[in-house]
């Protein structure tokens, strides 16, 4: 009985979640400032240099000026009373489907604005993913202490854009030249940018959450007049803050700060905290729910990290614990192959973990030394009654490239290669629907370039790619089907199940087809 409360504890101090952004938006200065606010490191701004770098990740940037163990996937640190576990979401020309799939081992997600830039392509491309699954999304709006655009205007763009409804949970009192303060709505009190001392740092607000308490410099400023009637506007005709519209993904918390400056972010973090959830149950194939605080242990694999380096061959699989506790050198089945296994070569992801940590409980994440045994989206269970997490969704791919075999002679170990990487989820495969031709699909071009180093380091095969650019993926039913429909705009191809799919070149040729075919429906996925 102990046993289980403590869990339980454990359980609750879990927060899990990932940074999605566009390429500069600040996530990496985030990232940082919340170490540092964590105790992990000790001084921030410097690890960006980029100069004479070659790491792949940003992550990898900060392990490698700092020293510390920072893996390139997951980071945890404690907070204010929370273990925090950070999932990374490459971006950059690391955007691959793993981005994708991370999202499903979180339980919340923060959005990283540009206040400049406003809501760019690949932040929405994370949130649609965010959207289907109703992740809890809190929006921070960085780089405040640069001139903007008007705070009214990204809060439209956001809720327009992505079809969500916003809560500005603070509201800057100026940008850029003139930042002078946040109005802390939710704390009701005025958080001051660069106040004269550290008592002066926040100041509450009146009753009626329009003014401050005590006279103070700040209201003299000409932007503070604008702030107040904004945030006048925002109360009576903005929407009401309700915590369950969060939860479901409905309603974002936003906040406005600067990273750079580590204005407003302490405030948001714990903010953050405090509404985001802690480890969610899963549901099982069979419809059954997993609640985080049952004994048994399960777990599934959302990533699996080849190693790059040729001598040591090794691969990691990133496990999400759903349930029950982790302790070293545990048995557990792999659902999918009913193989029994021992979890004793397991790393974790302490971010200056001193000791070894040897258990780990829900909302945590394991990387399980693997010699070949996993598949993305296995199950992992201790006990007798076997269990199956639903599937995790696969995402259109956008590029494609033919692919085939340098030395025709060594077809057999080509087919090998394909059809491992393949089902491993490192890329997708389809086929020509004359030819047969092998054609790969991903989301980034990032796929292509792991997908050929381990054919060739693994396999032994080297490949020859030829890259078709990038073509819209649309499904079709069979029954609808007439290969006549087929062109040099419109691609016909299988997916690895066997359905047909068509490839179009760009979004007119998609038109131009729906126009000629308008009672063929086409689908953005299975
Ligand atoms: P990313 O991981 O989302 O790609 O963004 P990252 O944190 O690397 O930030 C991108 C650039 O924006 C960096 O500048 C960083 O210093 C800057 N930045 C981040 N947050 C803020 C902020 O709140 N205010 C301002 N003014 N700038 C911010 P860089 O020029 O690429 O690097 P550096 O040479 O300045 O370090």
Do not use: C
């Amino acid at each position: 009985m102990e046993i289980m409360t403590d869990l339980k504890q454990a359980i609750d101090t879990r927060r899990t979640f990932a940074i999605i952004s566009h390429p500069d938006a600040g996530k990496t200065t985030i990232t940082e400032q919340m170490l540092l606010l964590g105790g992990v490191v000790r001084s921030a701004g410097t690890v960006k240099g980029r100069q004479g770098n070659f790491a792949k990740s940003d992550w990898m940037e900060i392990e490698q000026k700092r020293g510390i163990s920072v893996t390139s996937s997951v980071l945890q640190f404690d907070y204010d009373g929370k273990r925090i576990n950070i999932l990374d979401t490459p971006g950059h020309e690391d955007f691959s489907e793993d981005t994708y799939r991370t999202l499903m081992a979180v339980d919340s997600v923060i959005m990283v604005v540009d206040s400049a830039k406003g809501i760019e392509p690949q932040t929405r491309k994370l949130f649609e993913i965010v959207k289907e699954r109703h992740i809890p999304i809190f929006t921070f709006f960085n780089k405040l202490d640069r001139d903007g655009r008007p705070a009214m205007d990204l809060v439209d763009e956001l809720e327009e854009t992505l079809g969500i409804n916003a809560y500005p949970m603070n509201w800057p009192i100026g940008s850029g030249q003139v930042l002078s303060g946040l109005f802390d709505i939710y704390h009701q009190q005025v958080e001051v940018y660069r106040p004269a001392s550290e008592d002066e740092r926040f100041l509450p607000l009146n009753a009626a959450g329009d003014d401050l308490t005590q006279p103070n410099a700040i209201q003299q400023t000409p932007v503070w007049k604008e702030a107040r009637e904004e945030v006048e506007l925002l109360q009576d005709a903005g929407n009401a803050f309700n915590e369950d519209a969060v939860l479901k993904g409905e309603l974002t918390p936003v906040f406005f700060g600067s990273a750079l400056a580590g204005f407003g972010l302490e405030t948001f973090l714990q903010t953050y905290l405090q509404f985001a959830p802690a480890p969610a149950p899963k549901k099982t194939t069979d419809q059954q729910v997993i609640e985080p605080d049952q004994a048994e242990f399960s777990g599934f694999v959302f990533k699996i990290q080849a190693n790059m380096n040729p001598n040591h061959r090794d691969r990691i699989a990133f496990v999400r614990i759903v349930s029950g506790e982790f302790e070293r050198g545990m048995d557990v089945t792999l659902q999918r192959t009913a193989k029994k296994m021992r979890l004793s070569n397991v790393t974790q992801f302490m971010a200056d973990s001193r000791e070894n940590v040897e258990n780990a409980v829900p909302g945590d994440i394991i990387g399980v030394y693997d010699t070949g045994s996993f598949q993305i989206g296995d199950t992992i269970y201790a006990g007798k009654k076997s269990i199956e997490f639903e599937e995790l969704p696969t995402f259109t791919p956008e590029l494609f490239m033919h692919v085939r075999a340098k030395n025709v002679l060594k077809q057999k170990s080509f087919h090998k290669g394909v059809t491992q990487l393949v089902q491993e989820g490192t890329i997708q495969m389809y086929t020509a629907w004359d030819s047969g031709d092998y054609i790969l699909g991903a989301v980034g071009q990032l796929q292509f370039e792991v997908f050929q180093f381990r054919m060739e380091n693994e396999y032994n095969s080297e490949v020859i790619l030829e890259p078709m650019g990038s073509k819209i993926a649309r499904w079709v039913s069979e029954d609808q089907l007439d290969s006549k429909m087929a062109s040099s705009r419109n691609l016909l191809a299988r997916d690895r199940h066997g359905n047909p799919v068509f490839l179009f070149e760009n979004m007119f040729a998609e038109r131009w087809f729906e126009d000629k075919y308008p009672n063929v429906k086409l689908e953005t996925k299975l």
